[in-house]
């Protein structure tokens, strides 16, 4: 017996929109949709905040601070630390030390896996078997070791500090106060500094939570909070994942940019509705592009326009507004 299966209005409608979509890519260059999510997105697509950048960067190397890089949702936290990251073992501090610098990207932690995911990060040697007191011991160890025997000092990343348990925080703690009093009894001058550096990110709500949990490092941290990207940096941002999509990132010009298909005003409308949130940009445009697709399909024209740009900032007006 022959089953006859039927498509549904539903899934028509989806295939419909989809090759309508589909067909707006096609006619700007594009191999896949600019405006799609990436987990850990290509650098090439990073926007940078020089000034900002180098607050941190300073601020790692004179050796007084620890760093808690502080914005919503979607701000660019993440980037941010991530090209500290890059450029932090090419640099020294005031005293000649290179850096061994550690990342954990992972949230929702709780003590052994925080401990486990620092020595990992650090490339720190220990045994699964082993209790988070002993894994967070090998890691001072070895912070002391490079610190005396190949003048490193540790920079530890961490992402989302707050979001992760409680009880990590402590684990934490441990390893901002280092050196401890015994180590410097053991060596002298030669642990006169603090050995690692914090560099720590979240929302306004996870710097409340380190003030309430971790006040004995809150008080030798300073907040920077992640600057709103202005209507030239937006035009970069879009104009980059175009780019990216097109097959063409490794020729970008970021002193030359193109921002087809989308009009300086749209970009300068959607920027203003996302206050300058990367990743309200993204939805926005992602928005954008699903309406001027429908245009394409009826007037020829993939351009994205001012008033595309107005009708979807309109729509997603209260969204964002529960987003933020």
């Given amino acids: 017996m022959t089953i006859a299966i039927h498509e549904s209005a539903l899934i028509r409608h989806f295939n419909t929109r ?64 991530l090209l500290a990251l890059r450029d932090l073992p090419t640099l020294m501090d005031r005293r000649g030390n290179r850096f061994v610098a550690g990342y954990v990207g992972m949230t929702g932690l709780y003590e052994k896996q925080m401990a486990a995911a620092i020595a990992d990060s650090l490339r720190v040697k220990y045994r699964r078997s082993w209790e988070t007191s002993q894994i967070i011991d090998a890691i001072s160890v070895e912070c002391v070791r ?62 409340n939570a380190m003030l309430n949990y971790l006040p004995q490092i809150a008080d030798r941290t300073e907040p920077l909070d992640v600057p709103p990207l202005d209507n030239a940096k937006a035009k970069e941002f879009i104009a980059r994942r175009v780019a990216y999509a097109q097959g063409k990132i490794d020729t970008f010009d970021k002193d030359n940019i193109d921002v087809y298909p989308f009009a300086e005003e749209a970009v300068r409308c959607i920027n203003g509705a996302a206050k300058g949130n990367p990743r309200d940009i993204r939805m926005l445009a992602r928005g954008c592009e699903q309406v001027a697709a429908e245009d394409f399909r009826r007037t020829g024209d993939p351009t994205v326009t001012q008033k595309i740009a107005e009708l979807v900032a309109d729509a997603y007006a209260v969204i964002l507004k529960e987003v933020h």
Avoid at 33 to 53: A, Q, T, W
């Fill in 18 to 81: 989809k090759e309508t979509l589909r067909a707006w890519e096609e006619k700007i260059g594009c191999r896949f949709s600019p405006f799609r999510g990436f987990k850990m997105p290509d650098s090439r697509l990073y926007i940078e905040h020089p000034d900002f950048l180098d607050s941190i960067v300073d601020l790692v190397l004179t050796n007084e601070r620890h760093i808690f890089i502080r914005g919503p949702v979607g701000s660019g936290k993440s980037t941010l630390m």
């Fill in 146 to 207: 490079r610190y005396i025997e190949e003048k490193c000092r540790t920079a530890l990343f961490i992402e989302d500090v707050a979001d992760n348990q409680e009880a990590a925080f402590h684990k934490i703690r441990y390893l901002a106060d280092l050196p401890t009093e015994e180590m410097k009894d053991s060596y002298g001058t030669a642990l006169d500094e603090p050995i690692v550096t914090l560099i720590m990110s979240g929302t306004m709500e996870y710097w």
